[in-house]
């Protein structure tokens, strides 16, 4: 997928577009006009701009910008005319003529449909409990349909006026959240009738959030099934980590900060070095970290032979004379290891020695996954660049090595991702 040139001012278009929009609810809300729906102020119009037209019409949305060009010279003239109290009737003028030559592309074009939700953004922060709650409501509500992988080829789905949608299609980052939201809540209709049904009533809010985060992971391995790759980026999901030297802490708040890299270990597959180029966060099965936790410290089968020592904290690391210290912070969270291994699209029995990259922002970006050559294949998982690994770097000699290569693949090609617009 090559993005059209136009792809970063429609980007940035949408952003403003978006940030007007959620601007102005947050003022009526403020002046007591609009009420509360679901938690947040609730949209009070019918209709909303409708950037996913704009990015898919480029015309439409020059047009479109062309017009917000005319109509804010024309308020600047007037201003100016009534501060300046002089040459009023050129600057009047000026802006009629303004007025006059601008596009005015039709509003059926660049409106659409809104509902009070439209605004609304996720409240769950996409951890990895939500996602599990989100899995368990998916499996009862929704997998007869959607199908428990999620190309929408469920038991029921063959029953249906209208099929549903593939996950492994671009689709959850198309919509807004908010009526995504409102879709689940309520159900969805067409010219046929009902289309999907409504959970009101049947499924708390955060159900229905929790549900909308799985969906996410979904996407990821209906996509790694379908192509080998993810539709779009997804984000590293939050849990809660332990390193040896300090407090429990969220990797939420490891984001805009560090990259940081994920690996899947277990008796076979020790912890890597730590490595100055990202944090690293290891994630192990649940069963294991559980009688981890009940004291059985002791690890078996390292490969390297490592010195334990004591670090400023008095807890043990352990330390290679000439790596340095084995990654220590573990994810303290007994539902990652499944989680990450949808991400992986891989059995949760063959995850370990996976590993992933987030970027500094804190999308996931890159896999490597077990039992194939490391880092070699490159692993981005979702890039429009198509500039193919230096042959240095290939052939395994001269270029920096394959990981490095990954990593500036990565920070040359950031995602910047805007809810219906371009994602790189
Ligand atoms: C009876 C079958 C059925 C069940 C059960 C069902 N869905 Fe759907 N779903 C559909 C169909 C059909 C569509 C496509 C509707 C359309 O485009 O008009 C759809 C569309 C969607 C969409 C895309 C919405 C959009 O804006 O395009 C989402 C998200 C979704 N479903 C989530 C869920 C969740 C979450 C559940 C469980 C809580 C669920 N569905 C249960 C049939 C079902």
């Known amino acids: 997928m ?45 209709s909303r701009i409708a950037g996913e037209n704009l990015v898919i019409d480029v015309s439409l949305a020059r047009q479109f910008a062309w017009m917000l060009a005319a109509i804010a010279f024309a308020v600047a003239c007037l201003l100016i005319a009534l501060l300046w109290r002089r040459a009023w009737r050129w600057l009047a003028l000026a802006a009629i003529g303004a007025l006059l030559v601008a596009p005015w592309p039709s509003p ?53 006026d209208r099929w549903p949608p593939t996950m492994a299609s671009a689709l959850l980052s198309r919509r807004a959240d908010g009526e ?36 996410r992971v979904l996407s990821a391995s209906a996509g790694m099934a379908a192509g080998g790759s993810w539709p779009v980026p997804i984000a590293l999901p939050s849990l809660t980590v332990k390193c040896a030297d300090g407090p429990a802490r969220q990797v939420a708040a490891w984001r805009g900060r560090q990259r940081v890299r994920v690996v899947a270990v277990d008796a076979t597959h020790p912890p890597p070095f730590e490595d100055p180029r990202f944090l690293t966060l290891l994630i192990r099965d649940g069963n294991v970290l559980a009688s981890r936790q009940q004291g059985q410290e002791q690890e078996q089968g390292q490969p390297v032979r490592a010195v334990r020592t004591v670090t400023s904290s008095g807890k043990a690391a352990q330390v290679t004379p000439l790596f340095g210290a084995r990654a220590d912070c573990i994810a303290d969270s ?39 050559r490391g880092w070699a294949d490159g692993g981005l998982m979702c890039t429009t660049s198509t500039s193919a690994p230096d042959d240095a770097t290939a052939n395994g000699r001269n270029g920096p090595d394959p990981l490095s290569t990954t990593l500036r693949r990565m920070d040359d090609d950031p995602v910047r991702f805007v809810k219906g617009g371009f994602v790189h």
Not at 192 to 209: C, K, N, Y
């Open 2 to 46: 090559t993005s059209p040139p136009s792809h970063l001012w429609l980007n940035a278009l949408l952003q403003a577009l978006q940030f007007v929009q959620s601007a102005w609810l947050e003022a009526l809300y403020a002046l007591g006009i609009t009420d509360d729906s679901h938690g947040a102020p609730a949209w009070p119009f019918a």
């Open 180 to 215: 995504l939201f409102w879709h689940v809540l309520y159900g969805m209709r067409r010219e046929q009738g009902v289309t999907m049904p409504g959970f009101a009533g049947r499924l708390s809010d955060r159900e229905i959030w929790a549900a909308l985060d799985y969906m």
């Open 108 to 160: 059926s074009l660049w409106l659409t449909a809104a509902v009070p939700t439209s605004f609304h953004s996720s409240p769950t922060g996409f951890t990895v409990q939500s996602i599990a709650r989100g899995s368990r409501v998916y499996a009862a509500q929704c997998a007869a349909c959607h199908g428990a992988d999620g190309r929408g080829e469920g038991p029921l789905a063959a029953t249906l």
């Open 334 to 372: 007994p539902e990652a290891w499944q989680v990450f291994a949808q991400i992986a699209g891989a059995s949760p029995g063959s995850l370990a020695g996976t590993e992933w990259l987030a970027d500094r922002d804190g999308w996931l970006r890159a896999l490597a996954p077990a039992g194939r």
